[in-house]
């Protein structure tokens, strides 16, 4: 009787012990892995968004860039990881990179937790260029197929996908220039006078809009954005495409539900906030405090099914 009762009392002590340190999480460092590098996007969000989550969290979030095959590098390392709350990752495409045969694996095979912001990208040519317009620039190359240098990001990454968009809703072929990382290369391309067009986040061409290198011809997004409305939508110009695309955050499959739930509530609530909604609007963003969890996956189911058609054929090639 008395080693049941030893050994009850054991059990009991181990289970509020635990319980304890489950409470208390996250207790240390959590670290975040970007699928690409250093001032992409998805790194500048990470940069502008984690400061907050530090304070609603309260400890240190570090940030890890690994650029790579549309941050399929990335994935491979966060599906591989503790599922314990102290490995993140973020990616553009994750969603997408079964479709092309890039992971065996999609989104639902991760814990889906935000996408904090979506927007659409920016088509740009560099500052010196003869193009004044979306229209002059496509006009020119339908009657000199193959002669511009479209600057965009690795094969199925999400501006790559937009660059193809963008080709069959013009009727327009460019040189495709696919660089290995994330938009940063882009915006620097076009700064540099190194491309003749590109497609793009607004968070990455943002210095170079700023500083005078870059002209904007269009965004992509379903409508002209607060503090930017001289920029056009594609649509508005006569072109039949809309294209939007946010950074999600995620971690391995299976987190405990009550870590799940507290990193989910800490992004609703900082997403949520007038901070968070103030840093969308200067670049070019819009908040989506409702896109977490489940939420948020849904809304990743959507978007591969509409992308779907177009990486299939691609695959194929």
């Known amino acids: 009787m008395k080693r049941f009762l030893a050994i009850t009392f054991a059990v009991l002590l181990f289970a509020v012990l635990f319980s304890e340190a489950r ?3 996250p207790d240390k460092p959590i670290k975040v892995i970007i699928g690409y590098e250093a001032g992409s996007s998805s790194d500048m969000v990470a940069r502008a968004l984690y400061p907050w989550m530090e304070k609603e969290l309260g400890q240190p979030i570090v940030i890890l860039n690994k650029p790579g095959a549309a941050s399929a590098l990335a994935m491979r390392e966060v599906m591989e990881s503790k599922p314990d709350g102290y490995t993140l990752g973020m990616s553009f495409s994750i969603h997408v990179l079964k479709i092309q045969g890039l992971l065996p694996y999609t989104h639902r095979d991760f814990d889906v937790l935000s996408i904090p912001a979506i927007a659409g990208a920016m088509l740009a040519v560099p500052v010196k260029s003869p193009f004044q317009s ?8 339908k009657t000199n197929p193959g002669k511009l240098r ?16 963008f080709e069959r809703a013009t009727g327009t072929k460019f040189v495709v220039i696919s660089n290995p990382g994330g938009a940063g290369h882009i915006a620097i391309q076009l700064g540099g006078g190194h491309a003749d067009v590109g497609i793009c986040s607004f968070s990455a061409l943002f210095s170079q809009y700023e500083g005078g290198n870059v002209r904007i011809l269009a965004t992509t ?11 056009q939508t594609l649509k508005e110009q006569g072109y039949n495409m809309v294209s939007t695309s946010g950074v999600i955050i995620l971690g391995p499959k299976k987190l405990p539900q009550d870590i799940y739930k507290r990193l989910t509530f800490a992004f609703a609530k900082v ?3 007038q901070e968070w909604a103030d840093w969308c609007a200067s670049r070019f963003n819009t908040p989506m405090p409702n896109l977490v969890g489940e939420e948020a996956a849904k809304f990743l189911d ?4 509409a992308q779907r058609p177009i990486l299939e054929t691609l695959k194929s090639k």
């Open 134 to 141: 979306t229209k002059e620039l496509v006009d020119y190359a």
């Open 271 to 273: 997403t949520g906030s």
């Open 221 to 231: 997004g379903p409508r002209r954005m607060r503090g930017y409305e001289t920029i």
């Open 23 to 25: 409470a208390a999480y």
């Open 302 to 305: 959507q978007e591969a099914e």
């Open 150 to 165: 479209m600057s965009t990001t690795a094969r199925g990454a999400v501006h790559w996908i937009q660059v193809v968009m």
